[in-house]
């Protein structure tokens, strides 16, 4: 082989090696972004499995929330019922108040 031959022999081969430096270098960042990137959506699956606990949590308060609101509307309306029924009562003893109206 001639010293020409050599030499570009010797720069392939360098061009080469220095190629597959770049392409383990690349290998590796690319690694390191993965890795980066696994954990962010690590985080990211937690984070979304506290607001999914936290909304299960919200479903659960609201529905006891309306449960008591129609409790307490119920309870309302027959408190009113035997209000009514009181007010009847009294105004059949004593008439229904009209006449009894005082001038101060």
């Known amino acids: 082989m001639a010293t020409e031959e050599v030499q570009e022999l010797t720069k392939i081969r360098a061009q080469i090696f220095g190629e597959l430096a770049r392409m383990v270098q690349l290998a590796q ?3 390191a972004y993965i890795e980066a990137h ?4 690590k985080g990211f699956e937690e984070r979304m499995n506290q607001q999914l606990e936290q909304s299960r ?9 309306m449960n008591m609101f129609g409790e ?6 027959a408190q009113t019922d035997r209000t ?7 105004e059949s003893y ?6 009894l109206e005082v001038e101060n």
Do not use: P, Q
């Open 72 to 77: 307490i509307g119920a309870a309302m309306n």
């Open 57 to 65: 949590a919200f479903s659960v308060l609201a529905e006891a929330m």
């Open 84 to 90: 009514d029924k009181l007010i009847a009562k009294v």
């Open 94 to 99: 004593f008439g229904d108040g009209s006449g």
């Open 29 to 31: 960042a690319l690694h």
């Open 38 to 41: 696994t954990e962010y959506l």
